[in-house]
């Protein structure tokens, strides 16, 4: 049985099962999404949940996750699908080593000699009967071109192939599309899907999410962290410290048995706050983990 949201708390409800802690607005535009058969366009800084949002999806639906990660360069015979030449033009020689003439030989522009890519896979996974979540991964990372092979899968969901047709899923997958917001969208894009922004998290929600995912934190301990890294995210950084770097700071204390932070703890485990040489030299230069630690001390 194909399993369904029914309302904004059963998405709620859900994603809390998955360890996800989203608030009412998200689950709101999940369940129109879901309830309305169109993509979600998600957007946000890195680190704050977005992608993982597209896997909890998946596993709260019980549907198989197809993943496309975007990147630079990134085309359609990566994304969509391909001919598989080789299987081509082995069936061309045993049709001439059987002295079959061009007439006698089989379509070998059908279905069975396609190389199915993710977006493909998506349609025809639905049109067999089985039932996917798509994540369009970090789509500002790929070309503006690229973004119109996408036009006809989220208005549609399906994909015209010049030798074949067109494929159409019977079933919509649900999409999820992220993006970090390097670069803006088209429109087209935008007008096809759903949208939210995702926000870094107040105190509160940062604190619920560091004891979901790592109950084994004392309370103390995790309030402290929560409490600074909403003080280290007004700070003037060339890449502020989203969600995932909180947990791995969680987790770097937990597994060198530290019970508080003092200057020397956050000198030690910067790598797991920040990715910028820049911003480290930063706190090097302003002797910022000795004001951390008296900040959350006192």
Partial sequence: MKKSFRSTDDVLRALKKQKYICDRRLATVVYLAFGMEKPLLVEGEAGVGKTELGQVLSKAL???????????????????????????????????????????????????????????????????????????????????????????????????VPEIGTLKAKTKPLVIITSNRTRELHDAIKRRCLYHWIHYPSLEKEYEIVKTKVPQVSEELALKICTLMQQIRQMDFYKRPGVAETLDWVNALLLLNRDHLDAETVEETLGCLLKHQEDVEKVERENLALSWAEAIQS
Avoid: M
């Avoid at 061309?92 to 080593?97: G, H, S, V, W």
């Avoid at 002295?99 to 070998?108: F, K, T």
């Avoid at 989220?154 to 994909?159: A, D, M, N, R, T």
């Fill in 62 to 160: 019980d549907r198989r996750l197809i993943r496309l990660q975007c990147y630079e360069g990134l085309d359609a015979n990566t994304a969509v699908y391909e001919w598989n030449y080789t299987k081509q033009l082995l069936r061309i020689k045993l049709a001439e080593a059987d002295h079959q003439g061009l007439d006698d030989l089989e379509n070998i522009f059908d279905e069975s000699y396609l190389i199915q890519r993710p977006l493909l896979e998506a349609i025809r996974s639905e049109a067999d009967g089985k039932h996917v979540c798509l994540l369009i991964d970090e789509l500002d990372r790929a070309d503006e071109e690229f973004e119109a092979f996408l036009l006809e899968v989220l208005s549609e969901f399906q994909i015209t």
